[in-house]
């Protein structure tokens, strides 16, 4: 048997008529894109029951949705923490009083307590090689599915209001 690359190079044309785009190199808003891909993953398993890329991937629409607040030009890793202190310490908006801001604030403070540098749930052990996640037992799928769409509405609706489509 032959292989054959899965992956179209992007100088050909695609032969499929549900090509997965992996590339942002045609997308109109890249960020947009890649924000509702990790909250379609993530929403999407946490619906079918599959608890660790779950987390990961919420986790990781925590991380692209406040680097987008923040805006660009900034380097803070994978440091939920630090993108935090930031936006709280600018005045941002995320940070003034109400139940929704409240809520994405103490969800990506869970999510940053439970995986401060960013790298469980992507593996089954940490690099020092304890257990992924052996803080957590589990989650519960209703709340973390409304914490993770609170998130990405916020998201949405913050970037949308400053002007930039998401």
């Avoid at 993108?83 to 994405?104: I, N, T, W």
């Avoid at 992507?122 to 803080?135: F, H, M, Q, V, W």
């Amino acid at each position: 048997m032959t292989y054959v690359s899965p992956f179209g190079d992007m100088d050909s044309d695609h032969e499929w008529p549900d090509a997965l785009c992996l590339s942002r190199t045609h997308c109109v808003n890249a960020s947009d894109e890649t924000i509702r891909e990790f909250y379609e993953g993530a929403v999407t398993l946490i619906d079918a029951g599959i608890p660790q890329p779950a987390f990961f991937l919420a986790r990781q629409l925590a991380e692209l949705s406040l680097k987008a607040l923040v805006g660009p030009g900034q380097n803070f890793n994978h440091d939920l923490g630090k993108l935090l202190k930031h936006l709280q310490e600018s005045g941002d908006d995320l940070f003034a009083e109400g139940e929704e801001q409240h809520l994405v604030v103490e969800f990506v403070r869970d999510l940053y307590a439970r995986d401060p540098k960013g790298d469980q749930g992507r593996y089954a052990t940490t690099k020092g090689g304890a257990p992924s996640l052996a803080t957590v037992c589990c989650a519960n799928p209703p709340l973390f599915r409304r914490y993770v769409d609170l998130l990405f509405a916020y998201t949405q609706e913050r970037l949308s209001r400053a002007g930039q489509k998401i």
